[in-house]
């Protein structure tokens, strides 16, 4: 089983696991369906599931039209997102155990940025490079966060702070490429900060060639991602307060305004 990355809409990725041997693929947060049928002809791959990280449209826009051509496709979701999530038959609580091919696949509870929002994280495989994967979704992205439109700050930092305790050998497929403007508030947030600035610019140039910064690195999301920082010394005496909670709302606050 691999992963692969499509650019979708406007700046999505939507993801595919694919399984080359059995010609099957696994669809997540499909926001529409035309550049998925495509990758899957090429692949020559039939779709099999979809996972739903949580209901915004830019994640279930093209759910209806590929159930039309996989009938048997099972649409899989958080149970907080009844009613929302097109298709759905399959209510996850988070907890739960999936699989694909010969991975298992963690599904993990994370509101913040939706009620009911989602993270699938599937473990190092033994053979394989000794990374893990994670979906996350809006939750993580490259040196930023998800917006709380449904949750509070203490929610948003519980699920980032449960997404942090994970390898830093994990590879986060996040579903927006946001990492270049968030890389500018960042650099407002930790100027010093030289793990940061070496970042920005090798993102820079990364994205002057079209060149994607996703999936990200935990282990350097953890170093430069202000957002993952709420316990730093240097982001705590900027926004005058040692209380993470507070830290991570004030900081949310100014990437809202900025
Ligand atoms: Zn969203
Ligand atoms: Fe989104």
Not at 61 to 68: E, S
Not at 132 to 149: H, K, N, Q
């Amino acid at each position: 089983m691999y992963v692969e990355r499509i650019p979708a809409l406007l700046d999505n990725y939507i993801f595919l696991l694919v399984d080359r041997a059995r010609q099957e693929a696994v669809a997540i947060d499909p926001g529409e369906a035309a550049p998925v049928f495509d990758r899957l002809k090429a692949l020559d791959c039939r779709l099999s599931a979809i996972f739903n990280t949580h209901h915004h449209h830019d994640h279930i826009g093209g759910t209806k039209a590929l159930m039309q051509a996989f009938p048997d496709l099972v649409v899989y979701g958080g149970v907080r997102d009844r009613g929302r999530l097109p298709g759905q038959q399959v209510f996850l609580e988070g907890g739960e155990r999936l699989r694909f091919a010969d991975r298992p696949i963690d599904v993990l509870f994370v509101p913040g940025h939706t009620h009911g929002h989602l993270a699938y994280y599937l473990p190092p495989a033994p053979e394989g490079d000794g990374w893990g994967e994670l979906f996350s979704g809006d939750v993580i992205f490259g040196a930023g966060c998800g917006r709380l439109f449904e949750g509070t700050p203490a929610q948003m930092l519980q699920s980032i702070a449960q997404l942090r305790q994970l390898p830093d050998t994990t590879r986060i497929w996040c579903a927006h490429e946001y990492t270049l403007g968030n890389l500018a508030f960042a650099l407002t947030i930790e100027p010093d900060n030289e793990a940061l600035q070496q970042r920005a610019i090798d993102t820079r140039a990364a994205r002057s060639r079209q060149e994607p910064t996703v999936p990200l690195d935990l282990g350097q999301e953890k170093q430069t991602n202000p957002f993952l920082r709420w316990d730093s010394p240097a982001i705590q005496a900027t926004l005058q307060t040692t209380d993470p909670v507070r830290t991570f709302s004030k900081l949310r606050g100014k990437k809202d305004l900025w």
